[in-house]
Antibody
Framework: QVQLQESGPGLVKPSQTLSLTCTVS??????????WSWIRQRPGKGLEWIGY???????NYNPSLQSRISISVNTSESQFSLKLNSVTAADTAVYFC??????????????WGQGTLVTVSS | DIQMTQSPSSLSASVGDRVTITCRAS??????LNWYQQRPGKAPKLLMF???NFQSGVPSRFSGRGSGTDFTLTIASLQPEDFATYYC?????????FGQGTKLEIK
């Protein structure tokens, strides 16, 4: 059973770069057909898809964040990573990683990591 | 971007009640609609995909319907573990977008 686990600093200073890693276990990150997504949830708010990558480094980003984000993959370590630069307090959120799984009728986010809270503050 | 609008935003109900949550897309998304359940402090959990298909392990009291722009999630007889927040999400086009959530609370 595939499991995902986020890791990274819980506190980032304004204007700096937020960096998170998601480690995939129980299955291959290199298996074709899957995309590996980052999703965030600001305090008391809904869910926002940030972007995704596949094993061959094909990416797609949310236009609302595109100018500030970069997602990369390290297949040898079974990890994918998020960098969000020039952060402000508005980037304070729980960040989730999830597998974007194709299904009959689109795709789904399943499974998810447990999430990690990142606070932007000086 | 496709906007997803859920109603109601919150709902109070009792164990055993039948409840329905509505999700409307700003344009047609065929049946490319998923539902998630999120309990406090936890990651969302996939309930239903492609509008009406159960994810493995989801109780049969949950059901989903709809196509095009209008979708519903119904819980036939609420159980204590069903009190949570529910989100719809479209996978018809990028960026993937979610509804704002419906918080289901105990009356």
């Amino acid at each position: 059973q595939v499991q995902l686990q986020e890791s990274g600093p819980g506190l980032v200073k304004p204007s700096q770069t937020l960096s998170l890693t998601c480690t995939v276990s129980g299955g291959s990150i290199s298996r074709g057909g899957y995309y590996w997504s980052w999703i965030r949830q600001r305090p008391g708010k809904g869910l926002e898809w940030i972007g995704y990558i596949n094993y061959s480094e094909s990416t797609n980003y949310n236009p609302s964040l595109q100018s500030r984000i970069s997602i990369s993959v390290n297949t040898s370590e079974s990890q994918f990573s998020l960098k969000l630069n020039s952060v402000t307090a508005a980037d304070t959120a729980v960040y989730f990683c999830a597998r974007d799984t194709p299904v009959r009728g689109g795709s789904t986010f399943d499974p998810w990591g447990q999430g990690t809270l990142v606070t932007v503050s000086s | 971007d496709i906007q997803m609008t859920q109603s109601p935003s919150s709902l109070s109900a009792s164990v055993g009640d039948r409840v329905t949550i509505t999700c409307r897309a700003s344009q047609s998304i065929s049946n490319y609609l998923n539902w998630y359940q999120q309990r406090p402090g936890k990651a969302p959990k996939l309930l239903m995909f492609a509008a009406s298909n159960f994810q493995s392990g989801v109780p049969s009291r949950f059901s989903g319907r709809g196509s095009g722009t209008d979708f519903t999630l119904t819980i036939a007889s609420l159980q204590p573990e069903d009190f949570a927040t529910y989100y719809c999400q479209q996978s018809y086009s990028l960026p993937h977008t979610f509804g704002q959530g419906t918080k289901l609370e105990i009356k």
